[in-house]
């Protein structure tokens, strides 16, 4: 743990962002705490919240073997996660992926720093609006269900951008696809409705009223007429000197996906589309969009 923490030292790029330090978790200053971001400090931080959390999502076998097929292996590599919550990327690909040399999480809820930590993180309370490290450092930058809880969406994947170094990986997923969400009329309705009978069948995330409210007030682009597209990544990413490719997926393909096999969404997903005139069995109702983006090496250097 030492070792991490003076490596992580050299990483900062301002120290005067640091606050204080508290049982080996860095806390930066954040100027500007917004209902979005209180909302997600609050609800992964709850210690009964994010344990259900941590059990339920994205610890799947199909998300495993995806996002291996991706990465690959990871020994001895620099690893950020952004937005990792209480560790679930690093809890679902260790036994597959090995050992990075260094693991950094970052997110603005310190109860589920204090999670991450305990699983091999070295975790950073900070805003990912502003990133309080150096430029070019990281092997990978991973953002997974990250991007749509936060305010500007644009500017988190940029910072997330700025951190990966010549040759590295940026990747991100799990952020809805906007064209799949267009619902109206009684697809919306439908949509709408879901809400009490989560909290019927106390579904992970809505037990109560009260989780339910701080888990849906942490997903600021998760709403019909929201989300991410294809232009969105390609757009900020390629000027930046990304190779982008984009791989639409419902979740459930693992492996698939980066074949051009998006599968199908849930049930009550493809009803709500169809009402709302959705061709559920397009591309563009696929779920979720996953950007693989690699930094070009410089100086004409071969990747």
Not at 248 to 254: C, E, L
């Amino acid at each position: 743990m030492l070792n991490q923490l003076l490596d992580l030292k050299k990483l900062i790029l301002v120290e005067n962002n640091v606050e204080a330090w508290e049982d080996g978790i860095l806390k930066c200053k954040i100027p500007h705490i917004t209902p979005a971001i209180e909302a997600n400090s609050y609800y992964f931080g709850h210690p009964e919240w994010g344990k259900n959390y941590f059990e339920a999502c994205h610890r799947d076998e199909k998300f495993v073997e995806l996002w291996q097929a991706v990465i690959n292996r990871w020994d001895a590599a620099i690893v950020v996660d952004i937005g990792c919550g209480p560790g679930n990327v690093y809890a679902s690909l260790k036994d597959q992926c090995g050992e990075p040399s260094l693991l950094i999480g970052v997110d603005v809820s310190l109860g589920a720093l204090k999670m991450a930590q305990k699983i091999g993180y070295t975790p950073v309370l900070a805003d990912a609006h502003q990133l309080p490290f150096i430029s070019g450092f990281a092997d990978i930058v991973m953002l997974n269900a990250c991007l749509h809880h936060c305010d500007d969406m644009a500017k988190v994947l940029a910072e997330a951008a700025r951190l990966v170094r010549p040759g590295g990986l940026l990747i991100t997923d799990h952020d809805p696809q906007l064209t799949a969400y267009q619902f109206r009329g009684l697809g919306l309705l439908l949509w709408q409705m879901r809400l009490p009978f989560y909290r019927l069948i106390k579904r992970g995330g809505h037990s109560t009223s009260q989780e339910q409210f701080w888990s849906i007030a942490t997903e600021v682009h998760h709403k019909p007429g929201d989300g991410t597209t294809s232009e969105f990544y390609r757009h900020i990413l390629e000027p930046l000197g990304f190779a982008v490719q984009i791989y639409p997926h419902s979740h459930m393909v693992g492996e698939k996906a980066l074949q051009g096999d998006y599968g199908k969404s849930f049930d009550k997903c493809r009803f709500a589309q169809r009402l709302s005139s959705i061709d559920p069995d397009k591309t563009e109702a696929a779920l979720s969009l996953m950007c693989v983006a690699r930094q070009r090496m410089m100086n004409g250097c071969n990747g």
